[in-house]
């Protein structure tokens, strides 16, 4: 089924506006996000809103205090480190059956691939992208990236600045369509697509050899509902990706295409109802704070330059005499002799009082650390480790742990679980991915995680588990019979799960069970032989014996049984 060019594009251009529409309800709180804590973050087209051309753009001009850019940078950092590690694990593959979780076949599968798919984690630009988005995430509360197929890495991940991309829902209100524009030379186009894609003015502009005219490019990705489910052509998988050259000639567009899952990520920080974008996030929630704390620190700066070089007055004779200073003002005033006062004096005494001014920042800078939650990713840092014990740290670690809860779980739902999805698919796809064992053919897997802030909002488990224990312990030393409440093996799966062991060093229940019934038979084989070898020697004493001599034990025995 041949595809009406004419139709795409008035309908892809149409959508492009709404989208825009909508999205820029939310551009002016970006834009002052971007000016206030980051100005490298952000790419927002001419049209936007206003006509400035964003390269010429002029970034943190009134930026005069840095605490929330690096209060963003340590959250990057944090959740960076504690929820997508480059340096361990951070999920498993797991099945919904517990028991067929356990069958060491599809065990050992899941571990494997695994272990696959955070090799190409490791091999591609993942880590670097996850980096980007957790630092527009904190910023922006917006976040996008988008996972492409790739000859050499299997994938490769490219992330997007807020500004550049626009989102839809679906019924359901998650994300499934995504919208971008970007800028780029004639000479990325003609390469990407080729020169038969490309305009006329885009083609005489790589002939006269200017490839590095700028161009608008527009990418849309959104679910395919018109497509034809017998076609194997890529422009009819589910999921559809067709490229515009802005102003390009007429409807064709440079290239029609698509994906067999949603290739894309759109991670928020918290949203409300049926809005497109987050409403609350650290950028936002300290903006307030953010915009007073430049102004104090303006004033701070303006006081103590007056302190050091205050405004003079004198007399307007010295004016005549040549006198000169290297920096400050001077106001000359006729007769001002007459007053008593003679030379340079200050217009007005300046006694600032910086000290309070000093406190109002602290309490600004302290309060945008709460909202970027840097105290809690530096808290072990800058604890007073002298007057602490270890088991605090653990308490009030696990405390302000509870607080990301419900933005990991988000992010669980919106980036991590369909990064690998996708990661998983198109492995799978590629064929680098070992055959699962008949037992899980078709069948649907769960992903859990094991990262360090994941392990932390499971530590009240794992502390319930010790302290059951030690309390079954402490009671079984009164009442002999309370240890057989405890299961030992289930107490060590539950264990194991919610610390993240690997599973391959955690024995079934039937392998456990066995590997105790050998020992006890070993045991037993081990006490038999020690009786065994006991009644050899001492009948081998016997038998040594003298029974000739009368005075022996044996002999008077002998004779009194005779």
């Given at each position: ?112 691939v695994q272990r696959v798919i955070l090799q190409i984690f490791a091999r591609s630009n993942f880590y670097n992208t996850m980096q980007n988005i957790y630092l527009e995430l904190g910023i922006f509360g917006t976040a996008c990236m988008c996972a492409y197929e790739n000859f050499d890495n299997v994938l490769r991940y490219e992330p997007y600045t807020i500004g550049s991309f626009t989102l839809a829902l679906d019924g359901e209100r998650n994300v ?387």
């Amino acid at each position: 089924m041949a595809i009406d060019e004419k139709k795409l594009k008035d309908r892809v251009f149409n959508r492009r506006r709404v989208l825009r529409d909508e999205r820029d309800h939310y551009a002016t709180d970006w834009r002052e996000l971007s000016d206030f804590v980051m100005g490298s973050r952000g790419r927002f087209l001419p049209g936007d809103g206003d006509n400035q051309d964003e390269a010429t753009h002029r970034r943190n001009e009134r930026l005069y205090n840095e605490v929330a850019k690096m209060s963003a940078n340590i959250l990057s950092a944090g959740m960076m480190a504690g929820i997508t590690s480059p340096a361990r694990p951070w999920f498993k593959l797991t099945h919904p059956d517990p028991e067929l979780e356990e069958y060491a076949p599809v065990k050992l599968w899941l571990d494997d691939v695994q272990r696959v798919i955070l090799q190409i984690f490791a091999r591609s630009n993942f880590y670097n992208t996850m980096q980007n988005i957790y630092l527009e995430l904190g910023i922006f509360g917006t976040a996008c990236m988008c996972a492409y197929e790739n000859f050499d890495n299997v994938l490769r991940y490219e992330p997007y600045t807020i500004g550049s991309f626009t989102l839809a829902l679906d019924g359901e209100r998650n994300v499934d369509t995504m919208y971008r524009e970007y800028r780029t030379t004639v000479g990325s186009v003609v390469k990407r697509f080729g020169t038969d894609a490309v305009s006329r003015t885009v083609k005489n502009l790589w002939d006269r050899g200017d490839y590095d005219s700028k161009l608008n490019v527009i990418h849309a990705i959104e679910p395919n509902v018109d497509r034809d489910y017998g076609s194997p052509l890529a422009r009819n998988m589910p999921y559809r990706s067709v490229y515009y050259e802005e102003g390009g000639d007429g409807y064709k567009p440079l290239l029609i295409s698509g994906f067999q899952e949603k290739p894309f990520m759109a991670p928020r920080w918290s949203v409300i109802a049926e809005d497109v974008y987050a409403t609350s996030y650290p950028g936002i929630d300290s903006l307030a704070s953010n915009k007073s704390l430049q102004i104090e620190e303006l004033d701070k700066a303006i006081a103590i330059e007056k302190m050091h070089n205050p405004p003079l007055v004198g007399d307007s004779s010295l004016k005549q005499a040549g006198a000169e200073l290297i920096a400050g003002g001077i106001t000359y005033i006729p007769n001002m002799a007459a007053t008593g006062k003679a030379g340079l004096s200050p217009v007005y005494d300046v006694n600032p009082r910086i000290m309070e001014l000093v406190q109002s920042i602290q309490e600004k800078e302290e309060r945008i650390r709460r909202f970027f939650y840097a105290d809690l990713f530096l808290m072990v840092t800058e604890l007073d480790r002298a007057q602490i014990t270890a088991t605090e740290i653990a308490e009030r670690k696990e405390e302000k742990m509870l607080m990301l809860g419900p933005v990991l779980e988000r992010l669980n739902n919106e980036l991590l679980d369909p990064v690998i999805d996708r990661t998983f698919a198109v492995a799978q796809r590629a064929g680098i991915l070992p055959p699962p064992p008949p037992e899980l053919e078709d069948a649907d897997l769960r992903v859990e995680y094991v990262s360090v802030l994941a392990q932390a909002q499971r530590a009240v488990s794992t502390a319930s588990v010790e302290a059951t224990i030690a309390f079954a312990g402490n009671m079984s030393q009164i009442w002999p019979e309370a240890r057989h409440k405890i299961d030992p093996y289930q107490a060590i799966d539950d264990y194991a799960r919610a610390k993240g062991a690997s599973p391959k060093i955690i024995r079934t229940d039937d392998e456990a069970q066995e590997a105790a019934a050998a020992e006890q038979q070993m045991m037993q084989m081990q006490q038999a032989a020690a009786m065994g070898a006991g009644a050899a020697e001492s009948a081998r004493t016997l038998s040594e014996t003298d029974t000739g001599n009368p005075d022996s034990a044996l002999a008077m025995l002998s004779g009194a049984v005779a």
